[in-house]
Nanobody, 125 residues
Framework: QLQLVESGGGLVQPGGSLRLSCGGS????????IAWFRQAPGKEREGIAC????????VYADSVKGRFTISRDNAKNTVNLQMTSLKPEDTAVYYC??????????????????WGQGTQVTVSS
């Protein structure tokens, strides 16, 4: 069974940091472009970061640029999202997703084939 599993979510204070991980089960992640999305209550799912299969191309949404970093650990078959300077508006369920093609300038959910179940990130004092 092909599956993505996110981990690392939780409660963090504003200004704090958190690292999310996306692991592949039945999927070798370095064969795929991997993206992170988030969805807050009542809002559309937002693509926030993408890493090409080789890792040499990354794309970020303006809302997270300079604060979030996507990276790969091929030895562990994981893709991580390091989040810093967190704000209350970063509160959402975070999902990772995989597609066989490239990392496009616009990170759209419709282009991704495999999804994790999501992990909650809450930024609050």
């Amino acid at each position: 069974q092909l599956q993505l599993v996110e981990s690392g979510g939780g409660l963090v204070q504003p200004g704090g940091s958190l690292r999310l991980s996306c692991g592949g089960s039945g999927l070798t992640l370095d064969n795929f472009a991997i993206a992170w999305f988030r969805q807050a209550p009542g809002k559309e799912r937002e693509g926030i970061a993408c890493s090409s299969s080789s890792g040499d191309r990354t794309v970020y949404a303006d809302s997270v640029k300079g604060r979030f970093t996507i990276s790969r650990d091929n030895a562990k078959n994981t893709v991580n999202l390091q989040m810093t300077s967190l704000k209350p508006e970063d509160t959402a369920v975070y999902y990772c997703a995989a597609e066989i093609a490239a990392c496009w300038d616009s990170i759209k959910a419709s282009t991704y084939d495999y999804w994790g179940q999501g992990t909650q990130v809450t930024v609050s004092s």
